[in-house]
């Protein structure tokens, strides 16, 4: 693995850690988190609809262009969304 690769990968672990502990601080996120992505799924647009109610209504702050390390929390996200609906 080259080194600009690790370098990247080691940025988006801290970026997760980061919102992690936000998410720990703040447990009140996952389940509004949850709530948007609960309203959004399906829609046309529903990664970009959670990252803008996500960044308007908390401390989690997703830029437009999303990183890595947001693609990874947002489709988590909507599959933890998905699984809870698949269980009913």
Same mark, same amino acid.
């Given at each position: ?9 080691? +940025? ?6 980061? &919102?992690? +502990?936000?998410?720990? /601080? ?28 996500? /960044? /308007? ?9 999303? /990183?890595?390390?947001?693609?990874? &929390? ?15």
């Amino acid at each position: 693995m080259a080194i600009k690769e690790i370098k990247n990968k080691e +940025r988006v672990i801290n970026e997760l850690m980061l &919102f992690i +502990r936000k998410v720990f /601080s703040e447990p009140e996120i996952c389940a509004h988190a949850k709530n948007i992505a609960r309203k959004h799924l399906g829609k046309k647009d529903a990664v970009v609809l959670i990252a803008e109610e996500l /960044s /308007s209504t908390t401390n989690v702050k997703i830029p437009l262009e999303h /990183s890595e390390a947001d693609d990874l &929390f947002l489709h988590l996200l909507i599959d933890l969304v998905k699984d809870e609906t698949a269980l009913y």
